[in-house]
């Protein structure tokens, strides 16, 4: 995960420093010692201070010294940091500790234990708004509450930006799943030109299997993991396969596991449901749902601006990538105290979204990419008259407005555009709708005309 040696080597002495400290003020915390725990804990909190489990503690040892008003300090501090670094909210777990302290409630200074999944975790989603009922799909799909009705496999599929990853890794850290799958969680996120030999034997590491980085062979490491896994009970996670053949060495689980894979191309994932029925199409956020992520992002523009706002998310058609740029773009405005009239008029219009960071959580390797990269992602596999092609398809008007096979049929100068279009629907660029008509997201419609231009 990182470049070199010493980096490696800081952010290792930066982790077992930041868990001593936490031990040490929990320790000073249970002997009654809360000026020495509060030490303790501060420092902790200095090394990272947008870790929120930190933030809490802290509150929690000053409501225990009888120092309400500095946990309340405390709390407004942090909701402050996470709004100027990650236009971001406190945790909902950060604002229920805020209100109990408050409203003076006696409370324990070490936060009440839940069950946590072990194995290969992905990061925690810094911000995810209008998913829960998707969330509530996914887990009655893996058998939550009812395990007879659990199925052994559910693909995911949607487009470039709606979140599946996101989703994923909520679905990773949920505490039902942690109760429902005893034995852990294995994750696992492929991309166009995975390591294979080196996810698996990530998964292999984490059931403790002897020597797995010598293991080479994916034969091999398959053959070890299905072995240990005949009798556990644990959520395997697929995260962004390109390919079919990619997923076909994870699927290592037995009878008590459950299998997630996400995709953003149709036939990978037909072809890796077992039935039809096995595809969870994850579509765009609703309208209030789409209002209520900006809202969380950009308060005061939502605020000041509802018409504007509402037009925006309309315009962006509810994709969580473009409204988590456009959002963060519009709070930084409106921290500086600048107008943002003409930053939403021009977010309307699609000027500055494909140049503009992609949120934090899309980051890899400290490069936090552009809207353009991300996309890029899914058009940079075509071929040279496909991608052509993808890109003259900006010519037309995005969604709402649709159009036939007769028009593209006409803009690539083709008497069959169908084998063109099929692949583009497959690629998810491209979506059918009734009448054998067809219809693009704002966002990749601005793509392609990035790419004609």
């Given amino acids: 995960e990182y470049d070199d040696w010493q980096t490696f080597q800081r952010e290792w002495l930066r982790r077992e420093l930041a868990g001593a400290l936490k031990r040490l003020a929990q320790y000073y915390g249970e002997q009654g010692n809360f000026e020495r725990a509060i030490d303790h804990a501060q420092r902790w909190l200095a090394i990272d201070n947008l870790h929120e489990p930190a933030h809490r503690m802290l509150m929690r040892l000053y409501a225990a010294n009888d120092q309400r008003s500095e946990a309340i300090r405390q709390y407004q501090e942090c909701e402050r940091l996470l709004d100027t670094e990650l236009a971001t909210p406190p945790e909902e777990e950060t604002m229920l500790l805020h209100q109990a302290i408050k409203s003076n409630t006696t409370m324990p200074f070490i936060e009440p234990s839940t069950p946590e999944a072990g194995g290969v975790l992905p990061p925690l989603p810094s911000l995810m708004v209008g998913r829960e009922d998707a969330l509530n799909d996914l ?59 080196a996810e698996l034997a990530t998964w292999a590491d984490a059931l403790g299997l002897s020597d797995p980085a010598r293991t080479r062979k994916l034969d091999e490491l398959t053959a070890q993991l299905t072995a240990v896994l005949r009798d556990k009970r644990i959520l395997l996670i697929v995260d962004d396969v390109w390919q079919v053949e990619h997923a076909t060495p994870f699927r290592v689980g037995g009878q008590g596991c459950a299998m997630v894979m996400s995709s953003r191309l149709n036939d990978v994932a037909q072809s890796l449901a077992p039935t039809p029925r096995d595809v969870y199409r994850l579509a765009v956020l609703g309208e209030d749902q789409a209002l209520e992520l900006l809202r969380t992002l950009t308060p005061e523009t939502v605020n000041d601006h509802p018409n504007e706002a509402r037009e925006l998310v309309s315009d962006l058609e509810g994709l969580p990538l473009a409204i988590q740029v ?18 939403l008029a021009e977010l309307r219009a699609g000027a500055g979204l494909l140049g503009a960071q992609a949120p934090g959580d899309m980051a890899a390797q400290d490069t936090t990419p552009t809207v353009a990269t991300l996309l890029q992602r899914s058009t940079a596999s075509l071929d040279e008259i496909m991608r052509q092609r993808f890109a003259l398809l ?57 790419l004609l231009a």
């Fill in 139 to 197: 887990k009655a799909r893996i058998g939550i509450p009812n395990r007879a009705e659990m199925r052994p496999v559910t693909v995911i599929q949607g487009w470039p930006g709606v979140g599946k990853s996101t989703l994923v890794a909520a679905l990773a850290h949920d505490e039902e799943v942690a109760q429902a799958f005893p034995d852990g969680v294995l994750w696992a996120s492929l991309g166009e030109t995975p390591s294979l030999p």
């Fill in 326 to 343: 456009a959002g963060r773009l519009l709070n930084s405005e409106a921290r500086l105290g600048w107008g943002v009239s003409d930053l």
């Fill in 394 to 450: 900006g010519l037309f008007v995005p969604k709402p407005a649709t159009f036939d096979l007769e028009a593209m049929a006409v803009a690539w100068e083709t008497a069959d555009p169908k084998p063109t279009a099929r692949i583009l629907v497959n690629r998810g660029l491209l979506e059918p709708v009734s009448g054998g008509r067809f219809q693009m997201h704002a966002l990749l419609v601005l793509h392609a005309r990035s």
